[in-house]
């Protein structure tokens, strides 16, 4: 489970730029739910995210991942146990790197390299079949440098390589924002699968409605840092894509716009 308990988050404090953002704010996420977040720009979504992962700190709170208290857990150790496939295809995979490069880097996560060959040759087979049941050609293109993949398949090698060590949490920073409305469903369908496969605690922050109805088993609407919207189960299932954007035009139309 990962909890964020009484948080406070202000930017820029003591200045005319002040913005507090979260207020005695606390979200419980279930082991193996896959949890969609929406928003409009400014709602909190990312920096929700940010401060899971450590990116950001908090004024006040605590955040505990199973049990144990992280809060001033520094973010390099975060990731030894949260994966995290970013809007921008680039973030993810090094476009200097080999996908077998940089699939070696991911195997090795959290481990050290210490001075021996960065690639273990005899994990080559596991890669190949790793990255064969995607349908993408990846196996066959190993030697290929990242950096001449399209972004549908940097972005679907990132999510592979996000996941391939044990996880206790997958985020999903608008991890299809980038991509054509094709490798889009492409690219959700494997992360579905994935996320379904490896029975993963997943948290995705989308601006695409319909992927955050279709999608996932719980979905939470965030405005001024606040959650305005929290559905699971059946009441999840039966939310519709107009359902959301009913909710995003009054909140509009209460803030004048």
């Given at each position: 489970?990962?909890?964020?308990?009484?948080?406070?988050?202000?930017?820029s404090?003591?200045?005319?730029?002040?913005?507090?953002?979260?207020?005695?704010?606390?979200?419980?996420?279930?082991p193996?739910?896959?949890?969609?977040?929406?928003?409009?720009?400014?709602?909190?979504?990312?920096s929700?995210?940010?401060?899971?992962?450590?990116?950001?700190?908090?004024?006040?709170?605590?955040?505990l991942?199973?049990?144990e208290?992280?809060t001033?857990l520094?973010e390099?150790?975060?990731?030894?146990?949260?994966?995290?496939?970013?809007?921008?295809?680039a973030l993810?995979?090094?476009?200097?790197?080999?996908?077998?490069e940089?699939?070696?880097?991911?195997?090795?996560?959290?481990?050290?390299?210490?001075l021996?060959?960065g690639?273990n040759r005899?994990?080559?087979?596991?890669?190949?079949?790793?990255?064969s049941?995607?349908?993408?050609g990846?196996e066959?293109k190993?030697?290929v440098?990242?950096?001449m993949?399209?972004?549908g398949?940097?972005?679907?090698?990132?999510?592979?390589?996000?996941?391939?060590?044990?996880l206790d949490?997958?985020?999903?920073?608008?991890h299809t924002?980038?991509?054509?409305?094709?490798?889009a469903?492409?690219?959700?369908h494997?992360?579905?699968q994935?996320?379904r496969e490896?029975?993963?605690?997943?948290?995705?922050?989308?601006h695409?409605?319909?992927?955050?109805?279709?999608?996932?088993?719980?979905?939470?609407?965030?405005?001024?840092?606040?959650?305005v919207?929290?559905?699971?189960?059946?009441e999840?299932?039966a939310?519709q894509?107009?359902?959301?954007?009913?909710?995003?035009?009054s909140?509009?139309i209460?803030?004048g716009?």
């Amino acid at each position: 489970m990962f909890e964020v308990r009484h948080i406070d988050k202000t930017y820029s404090p003591g200045t005319v730029q002040q913005t507090c953002l979260f207020s005695d704010f606390s979200l419980a996420i279930q082991p193996r739910s896959f949890v969609s977040v929406v928003g409009s720009n400014g709602s909190g979504k990312t920096s929700l995210l940010n401060i899971l992962c450590g990116s950001i700190g908090v004024d006040q709170g605590t955040i505990l991942m199973n049990g144990e208290d992280i809060t001033h857990l520094k973010e390099f150790r975060r990731y030894r146990r949260i994966g995290r496939v970013y809007q921008n295809p680039a973030l993810g995979t090094c476009p200097s790197m080999t996908i077998l490069e940089n699939l070696a880097m991911a195997d090795n996560k959290g481990h050290s390299f210490n001075l021996h060959p960065g690639v273990n040759r005899k994990r080559i087979s596991a890669y190949r079949d790793l990255l064969s049941p995607l349908g993408l050609g990846l196996e066959d293109k190993l030697s290929v440098p990242v950096g001449m993949l399209s972004g549908g398949q940097r972005q679907v090698l990132a999510l592979v390589m996000a996941t391939m060590t044990p996880l206790d949490f997958l985020i999903l920073d608008e991890h299809t924002a980038a991509l054509d409305p094709k490798t889009a469903e492409t690219v959700m369908h494997l992360t579905d699968q994935v996320v379904r496969e490896k029975k993963l605690t997943t948290l995705m922050v989308t601006h695409n409605l319909r992927h955050a109805v279709e999608y996932g088993d719980r979905i939470l609407m965030m405005h001024q840092g606040q959650i305005v919207l929290d559905k699971d189960g059946e009441e999840k299932k039966a939310l519709q894509v107009d359902d959301l954007l009913g909710l995003f035009n009054s909140i509009s139309i209460e803030c004048g716009n």
